[in-house]
């Protein structure tokens, strides 16, 4: 899963650096977060207490994950509206 993360975040930020809008930095910043749950989840069988911290920062990549979906959603009424 961190592998194909990578790739995804590699992409997302490619893309931020063209388009350098408000809601594709929060994709990126929330696919960034995920990636560094999954490299907590790697190292779990360390101390069991990873897997606790990996869950939580997993919890803030989903959360802000939905905030950029409803930027996203917020955006698209914009512009048709316009």
Do not use: H
């Not at 930020?13 to 907590?40: H, K």
């Not at 101390?47 to 409803?70: D, H, R, W």
């Amino acid at each position: 899963a961190f592998i194909l993360l990578y790739f995804i975040v590699s992409r997302l930020y490619c893309n931020c650096r063209m388009t350098r809008d408000l809601p594709a930095r929060w994709l990126l910043v929330s696919f960034v977060t995920i990636g560094l749950s999954e490299l907590f989840f790697i190292f779990e069988r360390l101390a069991p207490i990873l897997y606790v911290v990996a869950e939580g920062i997993q919890l803030v990549g989903y959360v802000s994950l939905l905030i950029a979906f409803l930027m996203v959603l917020s955006y698209g009424k914009k512009k048709i509206k316009s």
